[in-house]
Nanobody
């Protein structure tokens, strides 16, 4: 089992940047594929990005491709989401998630563990 804690959210102007972090407990972090999701008010939770166990492979939603970068540091049990060129439509609660199965899953139901979320608000 793994526990996930996100941090780094906040209020930023459009065009700005934020870096989210997700710290994981446990000694088997490198065995989990990791993902980031987000959920805006009144909307379903949507996939943002995924990273493989080693960090060598990544996958992004079209809406964030070229602006967001997912990475991980297995020595620090942490996954990151660097968000650049932020837009008001990126406003949401951002969640990290761990998957014991294949990496690159885009459906929330495929992930086994979730953090509590961190709020990102982008003002216009």
């Amino acid at each position: 089992q793994v526990q996930l804690v996100e941090s780094g959210g906040g209020l930023v102007q459009a065009g700005g940047s934020l870096r989210l972090s997700c710290a994981a407990s446990g000694r088997t972090f490198s065995s989990y594929a990791m993902g980031w999701f987000r959920q805006a008010p009144g909307k379903e939770r949507e996939f943002v990005a995924a990273v493989s166990w080693s960090g060598g492979s990544t996958y992004y939603a079209d809406s964030v491709k070229g602006r967001f970068t997912i990475s991980r540091d297995n020595a620090k049990n942490t996954v990151y989401l660097q968000m650049n060129s932020l837009k008001p439509e990126d406003t949401a609660v951002y969640y990290c998630a761990a998957d014991t199965g294949a990496w690159g899953a885009t459906r929330a139901s495929e992930y086994d563990y979730w953090g509590q979320g961190t709020q990102v608000t982008v003002s216009s």
